[in-house]
């Protein structure tokens, strides 16, 4: 957890201006957190929190700045969607900050909901399927 907050707190706090006391939360303890590493430098996260019956949220995805546009959100993503799939979530769901809707977009993921304000940044809600289909 360590690790995975420097990263928030570099993101979130320091380069968009999140307040730090709404950063962590009562989640962080039990959530699942995805790291990724460029040798030993951690250089992105993101979490996997259990919401209840079949249903999670993906969420505090970031990646330092310098490390961007490399794939690394993209591998973090599919990672916690891959141990979601394995755990029985059937639904997964994120509070996507507007300009990385786009991103997620690509990933699956469908805009779900209204732009609303989290911690001055707008956002939209956003889900994913794991449900099989039956054919």
Not at 46 to 63: D, K
Not at 89 to 97: A, R
Not at 113 to 126: L, Q, S, V
């Amino acid at each position: 957890m360590k690790e995975a907050y420097f990263i928030r707190k570099q993101v979130f706090i320091e380069e968009q201006g999140v307040p730090e006391d709404m950063e962590l939360d009562e989640f962080d303890p039990t959530s699942k957190h995805a790291l990724a590493y460029e040798g030993d430098l951690c250089v992105g996260t993101g979490r996997l929190v259990h919401l209840h019956s079949h249903h999670a949220q993906i969420g505090r995805m970031s990646v330092l700045s310098t490390f961007r546009n490399r794939g690394i959100g993209k591998a973090i993503l599919n990672r916690l969607i891959a141990l979601a799939k394995v755990e029985g979530v059937l639904t997964l769901i994120l509070h996507s900050q507007v300009s990385a809707i786009p991103f997620y977009t690509k990933m699956g993921f469908i805009v779900d909901g209204p732009i609303y304000d989290e911690a001055g940044i707008p956002h939209r809600n956003m889900i994913l399927s794991l449900a099989k289909t039956i054919e």
